[in-house]
């Protein structure tokens, strides 16, 4: 249980985040190449279309049984998630979470104090939940990056919860 976090505050919903098993959510990112990488600000709606898309191609051009290729990329996708380092975009919790209207600061809790973010910086940070394969027992839950990378070497660590002010 002391690797449950809450958003709460100026929020129409309290949200529950547990860390644990975000390893399986199709959100999670690579930190490992996550802020080498070029952003794009791309649409939802676009990557989905374009997804189905080489999807639906695949299909026609190779029928729709799994060839050997698609089951050795379904293998190396397993091994990266038992090795990789990921996070995940703060942004869909705190959306779901629906702040009021005069809610405008996030103060992020850790055990060596509180930081304060806008609501636009906070919609890019991106949490860090585990390390080569293994979650972040030691100095976690969660490390927090700033979207940007600028703290890439230096997360906010020991971070036990979230309120909306």
């Known amino acids: 249980m002391e690797n449950i976090m809450m958003i709460s505050g100026k929020v129409k919903y309290t949200i529950t985040l547990d860390p644990g098993v975000w390893i399986f959510d199709d959100r999670r990112i690579d930190l490992t190449t996550y802020f080498s990488r070029e952003q794009e600000n791309s649409d939802s709606i676009e990557t989905y279309t374009k997804a189905v898309s080489k999807h639906w191609d695949r299909e026609i051009m190779e029928g729709a049984i799994y060839p050997p290729t698609l089951k050795t990329e379904k293998k190396f996708e397993k091994e990266k998630v038992l ?15 629906e702040p009021m209207s005069d809610a405008d600061i996030l103060v992020v809790h850790t055990t060596n104090g509180d930081y304060e973010f806008s609501f636009e910086e906070a919609f890019a940070l991106i949490l860090g939940f585990s ?14 990056y700033k979207g940007d990378g600028a703290n890439q070497e230096n997360p906010l660590k020991h971070v036990i919860g979230f309120t909306i002010k």
Do not use: S
């Open 83 to 97: 090795t990789g380092t990921f996070g995940i975009p703060f942004k869909p919790f705190l959306v779901n979470a």
């Open 131 to 144: 390390n080569n394969g293994q979650p972040l027992t030691i100095d976690g839950p969660v490390h927090i």
